[in-house]
């Protein structure tokens, strides 16, 4: 049962859904924003739309097609048709064909040039407020994504994406709300299954893997791959589970180093199967610190979010913390905002994390009339423990000192000494 | 007396030990011998190094399920070997990768090549077989008893580097991993396996000498001319069944070689055979080729506005040269081909691949019925001038009938003597025997070899 609980089971009974191992490039052709009758100034319009463009480009795992046939054609039924016509004068005909190994029919010419996936962006919603009181504006944007599989002619796969931004003037608020999309948008392409990364790994030396693919699949520094061990019943379906867990650790063109993170039966070995798993790039650990100060101890929660995408030994972070025992003597909630930096050693699925924050820490009146007060600065430097308990959640222990200065001496007292605790990290 | 009858006990006691452990011993090697995890090789090439090295595990399953449901199940359930198996399994759920050794792996030019053994798993591959309805030898629809497969022999002379973690920089940067590169180009398709190799009454040297027979047999294609619609058509057909037969490395004869013996003899045909044999037969024996193959195609094309179709029908039927025995009949309906520069290249397509498909079959067809046929000799032609003396001759005979798997005489005049000759040897092996046996025929000790030509020997008795 706990082996179970490790285990994720894709059990195959789909004809020809597990055949491809090794990904391929796909055709893809981004249709332009479309909006509703939104009152949006074209220029806030243009920028979303070349932010969503971008994305896909980026993303490396995608030949983007019809750049030039996505502005001028007035309905999407014109737009699949410019593309077809451009793939039939650029279709190259199979190899096997040419050589007289294989026949080629009509159905193969169809799938040849009807063989690419069309995006249609809309902006679904749009609202843009103006706060009196805080004389700032706030915008809420919401653009749906439909993927449609020309070829099948059906789609097959859709969201949405909300992005929120606030400023001074209109301008100023959508294109903080814009400057979101690109994030989200990548996040939930790389979860379709269809786009997922497929691949596998071509040399080991120690517990570093050498696995193909690289920048021109868009495979990032902190990417996560599964090792998938597919299994014949006596049925003969395919089952397929998962059997480790590497993190990308340095990227080249069409290859990648990953960290094995843990690998059971003795593995990985040359030749597994990869499965991207996609992730947004981020961790939350929530922990819980006693601070030893002077002769009192003291307790504190907080949240550290920590840049897993993009990152491998240095990774950044940020994290809120809340002194617990003495917000009720206070009068208010002392919070303290940091940022920092860490260092990760990789012991398998154990990892050795020293880290090093510098912050500020307020109090938060529990009264409406009081006003938001500056309470200490200073940081703190800490060594984590964590363990990867599940592909996803690690478990951790920390310890550190704290070095949180008053502002207030008569107000509020030092924050300073020993501390040791303990949290748990999700991964996502 | 007791003492000696105690001590007589005592040695046949230690005889029936040793040949009871010597028959445990024997067991245990033969269960050894074959398992439910085989080690196959493989190799392959593709355009990245992930893809040969998949490409050649494939290749080393393919071969497993060659061994394991027969060469002739293989082949006719090809398509679905292709599109069940390899099309839809993840290849890692019938390898053991723990197993995996790289005996080459590298680039040539554009391509990368991977060449490796691995232990296969056979539960696994049998039941994939079974839940597509492929049967045959050791995949029944029951199951019953586990699939069991010797360790394929690994090829010779190759780098050996197992599945260890030891790796390099320079790997990674898409050159070799090991260190040998082969510059011979990698059979994709599957290795036809020998039938002989199925057949339990031959001994281990004519087993041996069939095999090498059949690998070295050569073939000449060519088409009816009678009923041909386009020349070129045809002609391109010939060539892919040459190419097929020649990426299967079997000899063959050049179509030049065929057109040219054609056009120069053809007149010389006439008078030698008065038309009973086939010109495609007499131009086979002419050129040395053991099998002749011919095909008839007829093609139909259609243009619709701008796009165009084809479909062939292709008859192929293979004969042996020497006796014009048919080895092989196969026909095949193309699917409706499309082309979009022309109709003729649609047709061209329909024919090219129609025969494409049927080669493997073909070739399957012709082996196997050769190497039954072999198991009653060669035949050979064996004409003696100068034989007046008939009773010499027969005792000739009757030593020669002793000495080969059957002996015919066709023809006795004062002149000659003609004799069909069955053995399982070369013409040389025959010339030999001849010459053995006539030192044994008083009278005969001044034979000797005055012509020799493709299955023909002709000697002067010296009388």
Redesign the interface.
């Known amino acids: 049962m706990k082996k179970l609980l490790g285990l994720i089971l894709f059990l195959c009974f789909s ?2 859904a ?2 491809q ?2 990904s391929e490039k796909r055709d893809i052709a981004i249709f332009r924003l479309s909006y509703y009758s939104w009152s949006i100034p074209l220029e806030a319009l243009g920028s979303v739309d070349e932010e969503i463009k971008n994305v896909f480009i980026n993303l490396g795992r995608f030949n983007v097609l019809g750049m030039t046939y996505r502005l001028e054609s007035e309905d999407i039924g014109n737009f699949i048709s410019k593309i077809q016509e451009f793939k ?1 004068v650029k279709a190259e005909i199979p190899r096997e ?1 040419l050589l ?7 159905a ?2 169809r799938r040849l040039v009807g063989s690419f996936i069309v995006v249609i962006p809309v902006l679904s919603y749009y609202d843009l407020s103006y706060d009196d009181e805080s004389k700032t504006y706030s915008v809420t944007l919401e653009t749906s994504f439909t993927f449609v599989n020309v070829e099948e002619e059906k789609s097959f796969a859709h969201f949405k994406i909300e992005t929120l931004g606030s400023g001074e003037n209109p301008n100023e608020t959508i294109r903080s709300a814009i400057s979101s999309i690109p994030a989200q948008l990548s996040y939930e392409v790389r979860k379709i299954p269809l786009f997922q990364i497929k ?2 790994i ?5 517990r ?1 893997a ?1 696995i ?1 693919f690289g920048k021109d699949r868009g495979v990032t520094v902190g990417d996560e791959f599964a090792i ?11 089952l ?1 589970e998962e059997t480790g867990l590497l993190v990308v650790k340095e990227v ?1 063109e ?2 990648s ?1 990953a960290y094995v993170l843990f690998a059971s ?3 990985p ?5 990869l499965y991207e798993v996609p992730r947004f790039g981020s961790e939350s650990a929530f922990y819980g610190h006693l601070l030893v100060r002077e002769r009192d101890l003291s307790l504190l929660a907080g949240v550290r979010q920590v840049a897993t995408r993009g990152f491998y030994k240095y990774r950044p972070f940020v994290g809120i913390e809340f002194p617990l025992a003495l917000n009720y003597s206070l009068g208010g909630f002392l919070s303290t905002l940091y940022l920092g930096v860490e260092l990760n050693w990789y012991l398998g699925r154990l990892q050795i994390t020293p880290q090093v924050s510098a912050g500020i820490s307020g109090k938060i009146p529990f009264e409406e009339e009081e006003e938001y007060q500056l309470s200490h600065a200073g940081g703190k430097v800490q060594l984590t423990v964590s363990y990867l308990f599940r592909k996803n959640v690690k478990l951790f222990l920390d310890t550190g000192y704290s070095l949180w200065y008053s502002i207030e001496p008569s107000l509020f007292p030092d924050l300073t000494g020993l501390f040791a605790g303990a949290g748990v990290t999700v991964k996502y | 007396m007791q003492k000696r009858s105690f001590f007589s006990f005592l040695i046949i006691i230690l005889i029936l030990s040793v040949f009871i452990v010597s028959c445990t011993s024997l067991q245990d090697g033969s269960s050894t011998d074959a398992t439910e995890r085989p080690m196959y090789y493989g190799r392959a090439s593709g355009v990245t190094a992930l893809e040969a090295l998949n490409n050649a595990k494939v290749e080393a399953v393919r071969r497993a399920v060659s061994d394991l449901i027969g060469p002739a199940s293989f082949s006719a359930n090809r398509d679905k070997i292709d599109t069940d198996l390899f099309g839809k399994v993840n290849i890692n759920a019938l390898v053991m990768n723990d197993t995996l050794v790289t005996l080459q792996a590298g680039r040539e030019g554009d391509l990368y090549f991977s060449d490796l053994g691995i232990r296969v798993d056979l539960k696994a591959l049998a039941a994939v077989l079974r839940k597509n309805d492929i049967y045959g030898n050791q995949i029944t629809p029951g199951g019953g008893q586990p699939a069991l497969l010797p360790d394929q022999a690994p090829p010779a002379g190759r780098f050996v580097q197992s599945n260890t973690r030891e790796t390099s920089k320079e790997t990674a940067s898409g050159s070799a991993p090991t260190a040998s590169v082969s510059k011979t180009p990698a059979p994709l398709t599957a290795p036809i396996a020998s039938p002989s190799s199925s057949l339990p009454e031959t001994t281990e040297e004519e087993r041996r000498f069939i095999e090498n027979h059949i690998r070295l047999m050569t073939y000449m294609i060519y088409y009816d001319e009678d009923k041909v619609e386009d020349p070129f058509v045809m002609t391109t057909a010939v060539s892919i069944a040459n190419e097929y037969l020649v990426s299967q490395k079997r000899e063959i004869v050049d179509f030049r070689q065929i057109e040219e013996v054609k056009r120069d003899r053809e007149l010389a045909y006439e008078e030698s055979t008065g038309s009973v044999m086939s010109l495609i037969q007499w131009i086979a024996q002419k050129t040395n080729a053991d099998v002749y193959g011919e095909i008839e195609a007829s093609t139909a094309g259609e243009t619709q506005g701008r796009n165009h179709y084809g479909k062939a029908n292709v008859a192929v039927r293979f004969f042996e040269a020497s006796t014009g025995r048919l080895l092989s009949s196969r026909t095949y309906s193309s699917p409706r081909t499309f082309s979009l520069s022309s109709q003729q290249d649609a047709l061209a397509n329909a024919l090219q691949s129609s025969l494409y498909e049927l080669m493997p079959l073909l070739l399957s067809d012709v082996e196997g019925y050769m190497a039954k046929a072999l198991l009653s000799g060669i035949k050979y032609d064996l004409i003696i001038q100068g034989t007046e003396d008939a009773r010499l001759m027969r005792e000739f005979m009757q030593n020669l009938e002793r000495r080969v798997k059957s002996v015919k005489r066709t023809f006795q005049s004062a002149e000659e003597t003609r004799y069909e000759v069955y053995l399982l040897g070369t013409i040389d092996d025959l010339e030999d025997l001849v010459y053995d046996l006539a030192d044994t025929v008083p009278g005969l000790a001044g034979l000797e070899l005055i012509y020799m030509r493709g299955n023909s020997l002709t000697f002067h008795s010296g009388l």
């Open positions: 004809l020809g597990f055949a191992e090794i039939e064909v007289g190994h294989a026949a080629f029919m009509e193969d010419f691949t596998g071509m040399d080991i030396s120690g570093t050498l193909q998938i061990q597919p299994r014949i019943l006596s049925s003969g379906f395919e397929k080249h069409d290859f180093y039966k003795g593995g070995f040359v030749g597994d199967q």
